[in-house]
């Protein structure tokens, strides 16, 4: 199957500062990204979707100028927490589809937030 | 509008045993269906979909699932359960003319030797 990778997988951080979390598609051209957030023993929460080139769109309730994201390529996406806080900590996890509906989502390997 | 519903937030099972997690859907039109399994803190790993054809898809692991329009179900069922199947799995649907999927909330599956 297809591999998405991301980057880093543990980050520990002091409350204010930003967090990028990079997110590749390995073997295939990712025309859409999404970006979760998973709490724990918790479902998927959808935080945004975004088409490479095209600015993301956010879930309802999910602040987009906190939680920047950029899709710059058909390989990468980025997910920036600005000015973290501790309530921001949790598991997040981007997944990406190469073209339509029918088509599978694959899935990162997650990327641990703790915000100090 | 679609949604997912995984009835049971736990299954249990003995090794060696069959087992099935549950699922059900409602969305507007023809769905496409998927199956993703997740171990502790790692990401979700593609297992199955439907798209079209035929009702008995199988994936990896050996794992299938049974597509059921007129109960709108798309069951996860293995023959015999391993204690590494042991997991979190989510069920997922997508309408044909939809940009994103809903998942359910996830079934904890656990094998017991």
């Known amino acids: 199957g297809a591999v998405v990778s991301q980057h880093p997988s543990w980050v520990i951080c002091k409350s204010g500062t930003s967090v990028k979390i990079e997110c590749r598609s390995l073997d295939f051209q990712a025309t859409t990204m999404f970006w979760y957030r998973q709490f724990p023993k918790q479902s998927l929460m959808l935080m945004a979707t975004s088409n490479e080139g095209s600015k993301a769109t956010y879930e309802q309730g999910v602040e987009k100028d906190k939680f920047l994201i950029n899709h710059a390529s058909l390989t990468l996406s980025t997910l920036t927490v600005t000015s973290a806080h501790p309530e921001d900590s949790s598991f997040y996890i981007c997944s990406a589809r190469d073209g339509g509906p029918a088509e599978t989502q694959y899935f990162g390997p997650g990327t641990r937030l703790l915000v100090l | 509008a679609q949604s997912v519903a995984q009835p049971e937030d736990q299954v249990n099972v003995a090794e060696g045993n069959p087992l099935t997690v549950k699922c059900t859907y409602s969305v507007s039109g023809n769905p496409y269906l998927f199956w993703y399994v997740q171990y502790p803190n790692r990401g979700l790993q593609f297992l199955l979909k439907?798209?079209?054809?035929?009702?008995l898809v199988k994936g990896s692991y050996g794992f299938e699932a049974e597509f059921n329009k007129s109960q709108t179900s798309f069951h996860l069922k293995k023959p015999s359960a391993l204690v590494s199947d042991s997991a979190l799995y989510f069920c997922?649907?997508?309408?044909?003319?939809?940009?994103?999927?809903?998942f359910g909330d996830g079934t904890t599956l656990t094998v017991k030797p």
């Open positions: 997922a649907v997508r309408g044909v003319n939809a940009g994103k999927s809903t």
């Open positions: 439907y798209i079209t054809g035929d009702n």
